[in-house]
């Protein structure tokens, strides 16, 4: 199932990465809901496509995007982004064969917390994948290659290009992750429970709502570029006090101040540090450069994070079928088709809710807690023991 409103706003309006991912069905049936979903130019969801398979397998994912090609055609310039799934890499190649593949790099993490388990691992991986800059990367996956081998040898065979930013080949915009899909199974999480109809009624409820909504913010917003664009630069404009600019020509800069100098390109739009032209959004150093000949931010920042661009993706309704059940014109051979119902068993024990938290949650929320709570006697209120053991007086 695609919404044509959605769609026409993708190939006008939006990133052309492609954030696909499936999730288990919970109703009596079963199956998986496949998702595609784009990121608008406010970092908000835009769902492009769903189908119902059942279950994830080679051929669910290549019906999966033959479908999703018919309105999305292949293109050199399109990127997918989704977890490392094979079935979902034979598909995009068969179907995609000229689009570009990157691969999640929570799902890499996590598999390195899984299968390596010595201190530090996770986040020398990560420090790699993250670095714009080729030189950083290779420093990084030097040290991690002399601590450990055997991990280098299995970060190759992930493919560097498809888990490293400074790496891959495509324009991806900085999306690095599936979570954008994740986070739409994630709103269907009650849905997920009904039968296929009234699932993806559902699922149309709730993009009626999100392109309402967003219409409404959008037309309210008076500056030129969207809500979370304008909050990024403003915090860029911040770190890019003291800098000093040197200019080389009318475009080009050296901008002095930070870490290590950066060469800035406004007419290519490109900057050492890498975050301008794989983000298209002017970074830190690029904007005292901007400022520096009297020219406004927004002009060097690509055309989907505009408030124009915003509005227009939302132009449209995604509308509900105005016909009621019992008046649609159903085909002849649709009546007469007998479609049995796939066999089902219920599981054993009460229904899960919510995903199991994954090794790398489990790492990142611990890294996210300050100082790890103390336990305290309930008896003399002290740290250090419990009940049991304390000998204070009362």
């Known amino acids: 199932m695609s919404f044509g409103q959605s769609v026409r706003g993708f190939h006008s309006h939006m990133r052309r990465v492609i954030v696909v991912d499936g999730t288990f069905l919970k109703n009596k049936y079963k199956g ?29 994912w290549e019906w999966f995007f033959r479908q999703l090609s018919v309105v999305i055609p292949d293109s050199k310039d399109l990127a997918f982004v989704s977890d490392r799934h094979a079935s979902i890499a034979k598909a995009i190649r068969d179907v995609y064969p000229r689009s570009k593949h990157r691969i999640c790099i929570h799902y890499l993490l996590t598999n390195v917390v899984k299968f390596f388990r010595t201190k530090g691992f996770t986040a020398l991986v990560e420090k790699a994948s993250k670095a714009y800059r080729y030189s950083e990367f290779q420093e990084r996956f030097t040290e991690i290659v002399a ?25 991806r915009y900085d999306i690095r992750t599936n979570n954008p899909a994740e986070s739409i199974n994630s709103a269907l999480r009650s849905p997920r429970q009904f039968p296929v109809i009234p699932l993806l009624d559902s699922i149309r409820e709730m993009m009626t709502r999100w392109f309402y909504e967003r219409r409404m913010l959008s037309s309210k917003h008076i500056d030129p570029l969207t809500v979370k664009v304008e909050k990024k630069i403003d915090r860029r404009i911040v770190k890019a006090r003291g800098f000093q600019v040197q200019k080389v ?52 920042t690509d055309g989907v994070y505009s408030t124009a661009t915003w509005r227009a993706a939302y132009a449209e309704s995604i509308n509900p079928i105005p016909v009621p059940e019992a008046e649609w014109n159903v085909p002849d051979e649709v009546k007469l088709a007998k479609i049995l119902p796939p066999e089902s068993r219920k599981s054993a024990g009460r229904p899960v809710k919510r995903r199991y938290e994954t090794v790398e949650d489990k790492i990142r929320s611990s890294q996210g807690s300050t100082k790890k709570k103390k336990h305290k006697c309930s008896r003399c209120g002290m740290e250090g023991h419990k009940r049991g053991t304390c000998d204070k007086p009362i």
């Open 32 to 60: 998986v809901l496949l998702v595609a979903t784009a990121v608008d130019g406010n970092s908000n969801l835009y769902p492009i496509a769903f189908g119902v398979a059942d279950s994830e397998n080679e051929e669910s």
């Open 249 to 300: 020509d009318n475009f080009r800069s050296l901008v002095k101040g930070d870490i290590y100098d950066c060469h800035v390109d406004l007419e290519t739009r490109t900057c050492t540090c890498g975050k301008f032209d794989l983000g298209k959004i002017p970074c830190r150093h690029a904007i005292p450069a901007i400022y520096s000949r009297g020219m406004e931010v927004h002009r060097f």
């Open 147 to 171: 601590i450990s081998p055997t991990l280098g040898r299995y970060l190759q065979e992930a493919d560097v290009r498809k888990w490293a930013r400074s790496l891959f080949p495509g324009s």
